[in-house]
């Protein structure tokens, strides 16, 4: 596996290539149970407070290709910051992953629940 990663002042940047599908990370991104067992964090509820405070709070899903986050650290509860994963289909069942951690733009505001679009994740 080739890893890279690039920061800079306020953005740190992991690419590698995955030995496995765009539809199986999509799942570990995104289903609460995967995503809290591989990143340790859980959904973020508006009515949860600290010390109970979760970590992250969905705001974009691009089925298999894109998803970000605004993620929250327990050190920092007034500056969340953007984590957006991009993944790419590549030969062989393998996937490009670009993870980008940086800060949130203001004005961002949490994906609905009733937006119309495909599941966020396949049954399996």
Same mark, same amino acid.
């Given at each position: 596996?080739? !890893?890279?990663?690039?920061?800079? #002042?306020?953005?740190?940047?992991?690419?590698?290539?995955?030995?496995?599908? +765009?539809?199986?990370? &999509?799942?570990?991104?995104?289903?609460?149970?995967?995503?809290?067992? &591989?990143?340790?964090?859980? +959904?973020?509820?508006?009515?949860?407070?600290?010390p109970?405070? #979760?970590?992250?709070?969905? !705001?974009?899903?691009? +089925?298999?290709? #894109?998803?970000?986050?605004?993620?929250?650290?327990?050190?920092? +509860?007034?500056?969340?910051?953007?984590?957006?994963?991009?993944?790419?289909?590549?030969?062989?069942?393998?996937? &490009?992953f670009?993870?980008?951690?940086?800060?949130?733009?203001?004005?961002?505001?949490?994906?609905?629940?009733?937006?119309? #679009?495909?599941?966020?994740?396949?049954?399996?």
């Amino acid at each position: 596996m080739t !890893l890279s990663v690039d920061t800079k #002042r306020d953005e740190v940047v992991v690419e590698c290539e995955m030995e496995t599908t +765009p539809e199986k990370l &999509w799942r570990a991104l995104t289903e609460e149970a995967f995503l809290s067992d &591989w990143l340790d964090a859980s +959904p973020s509820d508006e009515a949860v407070q600290a010390p109970e405070c #979760r970590n992250y709070r969905l !705001l974009e899903a691009k +089925p298999y290709s #894109r998803v970000s986050y605004a993620w929250h650290d327990p050190d920092h +509860p007034d500056a969340p910051s953007l984590v957006t994963v991009e993944l790419e289909r590549l030969p062989a069942g393998r996937t &490009w992953f670009r993870l980008t951690h940086g800060p949130v733009a203001s004005g961002i505001h949490a994906m609905a629940a009733n937006t119309n #679009r495909q599941p966020l994740a396949m049954a399996g």
